[in-house]
């Protein structure tokens, strides 16, 4: 079985620019997490996908994050326009349902603004 | 709301030595428990998760934990530490039968492994 994908790996790019990160969670996993991990730290959530529907998104600035799942498979996180203080890696998680399941991680995105 | 505190961002001991990472937890609710350990450029992977069922979990590669409600803590321990046991370890909480609840992490703990 695969499993969480999760593209790029790595990106670097200038502040104020835009930047998308790509989750492509386990087959037949119908909830799906976007994680920050600051350096140092454990992962916060972001936001939280039941199907296509964001049933969380309390943690999620608004005012230059956004993401979407469409069809309830995979789903983009962007950022526009980056600030330095996004440097962090972002994780993609995915669970059958609901939260207290166990998630499954991907390998993250580790995006550094300079 | 819960919480998370793990005591030393920072564990070493020898091969084949006892692992011993703490993890307190705070919670207004019943609690159910995990640890999660996250290898170099690599995702975290579930070591083991507390559910309300036996107070004593035994999870992957020799881990185990115990959920001791009069002390509020979930430590995690091994009996003897390889040198692949190297990592970032870490605990997290959310509210057991909520639906509705995220799961919280810990700062992590990173475990040292001397030969």
């Known amino acids: 079985e695969a499993g969480v994908v999760q593209s790029p790996r790595y990106k670097i790019i200038e502040k104020k620019q835009p930047v998308a990160f790509w989750c492509n969670p386990i087959?037949?996993?119908?909830?799906l997490y976007w994680y920050r991990q600051n350096l140092g730290q454990g992962p916060e959530l972001l936001i939280r996908y039941e199907n296509e529907e964001a049933v969380d998104d309390s943690q999620l600035p608004k005012d230059r994050f956004s993401a979407e799942r469409l069809k309830g498979v995979d789903s983009t996180l962007k950022i526009q326009p980056a600030e330095l203080g996004d440097s962090a890696v972002y994780l993609c998680?995915?669970?059958?349902?609901?939260?207290?399941?166990?998630?499954?991680f991907g390998p993250g995105t580790r995006l550094t603004v300079l | 709301a819960q919480s998370v505190t793990q005591l030393g961002s920072h564990v070493s001991v020898s091969e084949g030595a006892l692992v011993l990472l703490r993890c307190n937890y705070s919670s207004s609710v019943p609690p159910y428990l995990f640890w999660y350990v996250q290898y170099p450029n690599q995702g975290l992977q579930l070591l083991l998760k507390?559910?309300?069922?036996?107070?004593l979990v035994k999870g992957i590669n020799g881990f185990e934990a115990e959920f001791k409600k009069s002390e509020t803590s979930f430590h995690l321990t091994k009996p003897s530490a390889h040198m692949s046991d190297a990592a970032e370890y870490f605990c997290?909480?959310?509210?057991?039968?909520?639906?509705?609840?995220?799961?919280?992490f810990g700062s992590g703990t990173r475990l040292s492994i001397r030969p």
């Open positions: 087959s037949g996993h119908n909830t």
């Open positions: 998680a995915s669970s059958k349902t609901r939260n207290t399941d166990t998630q499954y």
């Open positions: 997290a909480v959310s509210a057991a039968y909520s639906s509705a609840s995220k799961i919280i």
């Open positions: 507390y559910t309300s069922a036996a107070t």
